[in-house]
């Protein structure tokens, strides 16, 4: 398995409250990505990172915030929870442009949020 | 509508039968179409990649891209209990994101 690794695997949070989720990895890839996964919608893009300090917006942006301080590190921070972001947060890893060419996606086991 | 359309199931099939699953999609411009497994609880994982059209098998597994019709299937065939799990398709083109399917949630009866 690649090594990645989030944390927490579980919250329960009340609306309001900031929230922070952690991915970490051991892989020295360079491309890092937040998703979101809710029945019927699949996987959606949060944000996603190509390097240090370089994050882009993906299709469900709002209400989410992003920081890559160093290559293994992704955060991913509600700065004030809402019942919609109920979810299961994926993290996943990449060694090359997503969609540029063969790019294969590593997940991590999820967290599973509950904002009440 | 949603670019890419996949069943959610669930589909239920006993032991041995042949799978076949399904997404349909409406950007002609994807040229990378990935089927990924995802078992309960756990991150997907990477199954079959295809670039473009054609056909790919892999062991018990074939993944066909149609692009004309934009259409793409996987197929199990001698499908196992192990096999259960919820497949997603994702497709995307350069410098773009992927765009996933809702994923099909499978069953194989012992």
């Known amino acids: 398995d690649a090594g990645i690794t989030q944390s927490p695997r579980h919250k329960v949070t009340e609306t309001g409250t900031p929230v922070t989720l952690r991915c970490h990895q051991t892989?020295?890839?360079?491309?890092m990505y937040w998703y979101r996964q809710d029945p019927g919608h699949g996987l959606r893009l949060i944000h996603y990172?190509?390097?240090?300090?370089?994050?882009d917006k993906g299709e469900v942006s709002d209400g989410y915030s992003v920081s890559r301080s160093k290559t293994e590190d992704f955060l991913l921070t509600l700065e004030s929870a809402t019942s919609s972001q109920t979810s299961v947060y994926f993290c996943?890893?990449?060694?090359?442009?997503?969609?540029?060419?063969?790019?294969?996606?590593?997940f991590g086991p999820g967290t599973r949020l509950t904002v009440l | 509508q949603k670019e890419v359309e996949q069943d959610p199931g669930p589909l239920s099939v006993p032991e041995g039968a042949i799978v076949s699953l399904n997404c349909t999609y409406s950007?002609?411009?994807?040229?990378?179409f990935m089927w990924y497994r995802q078992y309960s609880r756990k991150g997907p994982e990477l199954l079959m990649y295809?670039?473009s059209s054609g056909n790919k098998e892999d062991g018990r597994f074939t993944a066909q891209v149609d692009k004309s019709s934009k259409y793409i299937s996987l197929f199990i065939r001698d499908s196992q209990p192990s096999d259960s799990a919820t497949y997603l398709c994702?497709?995307?083109?350069?410098?773009?994101?992927?765009?996933w399917g809702a994923g099909t949630k499978l069953i194989i009866k012992p």
């Open positions: 950007n002609s411009a994807f040229q990378y």
């Open positions: 994702a497709m995307g083109r350069s410098n773009y994101q992927l765009i």
């Open positions: 295809t670039y």
């Open positions: 892989e020295n890839h360079r491309y």
């Open positions: 996943a890893i990449s060694e090359s442009q997503l969609a540029a060419s063969y790019n294969e996606q590593f």
């Open positions: 990172s190509y390097g240090v300090k370089d994050t």
